[in-house]
């Protein structure tokens, strides 16, 4: 296959799938910019790897995989909390759920972070996120629930916190 | 706030993300992270190479804080006090684990010795079979039988029927991990300490007493390797190998790029597969150890190709070895063959198995003795590839090529005797067994499956 095939083919990829990966990275960051760096981190990777990444069953998989260990590996280097980002566009609402979301994933285990963001904002089933990542369904079973009761106490905390600030 | 409204505020929240999409085209990703360009990406795109100096920093950093507050310990010299309890006694009971279970990890290690991993919700469980999965004995080690807290199971290894030992903790990638172990089939589990990395680690032993845990790196497509060594069955680690990005170019080294595994085969020697991305993958052997690597000389077959990898380490046999290796030639197109070496191991050759180029699974018995098995098929040489025979099986098999993950499917113990473990579409693994050279395969009952 000739170098402009290639091109074609990523670029193909790239616009049927780059919208569903904005949408983890989006539940993932809390706010468009660095949604939007994600996303391309993950598929610029692609792209330099494109030999091998082409010929994957499950092409989305490997970046869906690059950009939840690129977004855990962010939150731990940065420590401050996520806010709303200064918008160059003043007419838009900052998006409360998606920063609470962003916020409380963050304070999560890696792995039921990883789980949680498959199964919910990808939208994957139990069997679809334990073949991605490589446990038994009972573990990400296991994973979500635990999760989710995170989740709900951190949520709560923090739109308090919020309603009071 | 209800598991339904958890569910249903992410999945909103994604669908906003996906409403909103990217701005940037194709285009210019292709043009920021193209190959020759990587040097010139912005601010906002740290290089590859600096992401993964940054992940072998921060590894070294918290490899150092883990072991601060340890006295008399440091990166680079005997480590870690056991934590010691008394001996533990495992259930005697069999019990098969109802439907809905998976098996983690299913080890075969003799004609007849089978051992399972496996989970179910919250229960998680390891057992052992010594008449080829008739009768099964539970082995789980007696405050391990459910993931809660820092008891979920995240490794296991068999040496034979008798000597096993797990590694367990939290569910965190970084929880601490801790080591058990047993001698005697999983009756009885002894702990032995903490695991000398952070981040947890593959075990493997030669002997009851020789043991390496090797943590591989997390980069995607590159990887660190640390390597420690135990003579004590597992009490006491001391590092024998640490690479990183320097290593690339470090004499007696392994290089810092491309995914890669490390098993060893005896107590001095061990070999690293690698994985990279595009061309041959270079095949590295170790004989003292783990502490110092050669590059050993892998010859380029004559049909093009685009990458691909080693099946599993090699057979070597005083100076001729054999190991199977997968192409990719063709986008979702697999060609194998068993590379060779007649000088020890410092060079190897491809020998290509007769007839269509196919995407075989390779193992071999011994230098000489090979046994490719593809769907229904089995092609077998007992003379190094001078002559071979072509089995039909009486099922469609379909053993997971993982390349360089470990992940054993295939094992002939002898040339009659093997095992496979078979993945479906679905991701359901199932167990089987041949006595006649692969014309007849059973599907052996497994806790889990």
Redesign the interface.
């Known amino acids: 296959m000739v170098k402009d095939d290639y091109a074609h083919e990523f670029d193909d990829f790239y616009r049927r799938s780059s919208g569903r990966a904005m949408g983890q990275a989006y539940a993932m960051t809390g706010n468009k910019a660095s949604a939007e760096d994600l996303v391309q981190e993950a598929f610029g990777r692609a792209w330099r790897r494109w030999v091998g990444v082409r010929r994957l069953e499950n092409r989305e998989a490997w970046v869906r995989r690059v950009m939840l260990n690129q977004a855990i590996s962010d939150w731990r280097k940065a420590s401050r909390p996520v806010v709303a980002e200064p918008s160059t566009e003043p007419r838009d609402e900052p998006d409360l759920d998606a920063i609470w979301l962003a916020g409380a994933l963050r304070a999560l285990p890696r792995n039921q972070c990883r789980a949680i963001v498959l199964h919910d904002a990808v939208g994957l089933t139990v069997p679809e996120v334990a073949r991605e990542l490589h446990v038994p369904t009972g573990t990400v079973k296991s994973w979500i629930f635990r999760g989710h009761s995170s989740l709900a106490l951190l949520l709560a905390d923090s739109k308090v916190d919020v309603r009071d600030g | ?3 339904d409204a ?2 249903e ?10 409403a ?5 085209p ?2 210019q ?2 043009h ?4 020759d360009r ?1 040097y010139r990406r912005g601010v ?2 740290r290089s ?1 190479l600096g992401r993964r100096v ?2 072998v920093i ?1 590894a070294a950093l918290i490899l150092a804080v883990f072991f601060a507050p340890l006295p008399h310990v440091s990166l680079f010299s005997h480590i870690v006090a056991p934590e010691t309890r008394p001996t533990t006694t495992a259930p005697t009971a069999t019990t098969l684990p109802a439907a ?5 990890a299913i080890w075969v290690v003799g004609a007849t010795t089978v051992w399972a991993w ?6 998680q469980g390891i057992e052992r079979s010594n008449d080829a999965g008739h009768s099964w004995s539970n082995a789980t080690p007696p405050e391990l039988d459910k ?1 809660l807290g820092d008891h979920f199971i995240k490794g296991f290894y068999a040496l034979g029927a008798e000597h096993a030992w797990v590694t367990y903790g ?6 601490r991990q801790t080591i058990a172990s047993s001698s005697d089939g999983g009756r009885q589990w002894t702990v032995l300490g903490r695991s000398p990395s952070a981040y947890g680690c593959e075990l493997q032993f030669a002997t009851p007493a020789d043991g390496w845990c090797t943590v591989i790196g ?1 980069a ?2 590159s990887e660190s390797v640390q390597i420690y060594r135990t003579e004590d069955g597992g009490r006491h680690w001391r590092s024998v190998y640490n690479n990183g990005p320097g290593g690339k170019t470090a004499l007696g080294g392994l290089p810092f790029g491309c995914d890669k595994n490390v098993q060893f085969v005896n107590t001095t020697v061990g070999w690293a597969i690698f994985l990279c ?2 061309g041959l993958a270079p095949l590295y052997e170790t004989t003292d150890g783990g502490t110092t690597w050669v590059r050993r000389g892998v010859a380029a077959p004559s049909f093009p190709f ?2 691909g990898g080693f099946a599993d380490v090699p057979d070597l046999f005083g100076r001729t070895g054999a190991v199977g290796y997968t192409f ?1 030639v063709g ?2 197109v697999r060609r194998s063959v068993v590379y060779v070496s007649a000088n020890a191991g410092a060079s190897w050759h491809a020998v290509a198995p007769p007839g269509a180029p196919a995407g075989w699974t390779v193992d071999t018995i011994s230098p000489r003795i090979w046994r490719l098995v593809s769907g229904d098929h089995v092609l077998a040489t007992d003379d190094g590839g001078q002559t071979w025979r072509s089995i039909t099986s009486n099922v469609s098999l379909n053993p997971l090529y993982d390349y360089v993950l470990g992940t054993h499917v295939i094992d002939f113990v002898t040339e009659k005797t093997g095992w496979i473990v078979s993945t479906s579409s ?2 359901t693994r199932t167990l089987w067994r041949t006595t006649d050279g692969g014309s007849t395969w059973s599907n052996v009952a497994v806790p ?1 499956a």
């Open positions: 706030m209800a598991d958890i569910n505020l992410i999945s909103s929240v994604a669908h906003r993300g996906t909103i999409g990217v701005s940037t194709p285009e990703i292709r920021i992270y193209s190959r990587w906002r795109h590859l940054s992940v921060v809905e279970v998976t098996p983690a496996w989970t179910s919700g919250e229960a993931q939290g569910v965190g990638s970084s929880a997390a995607a497509g991305n595009g685009i990458d990719h986008s979702s679905t991701g889990g």
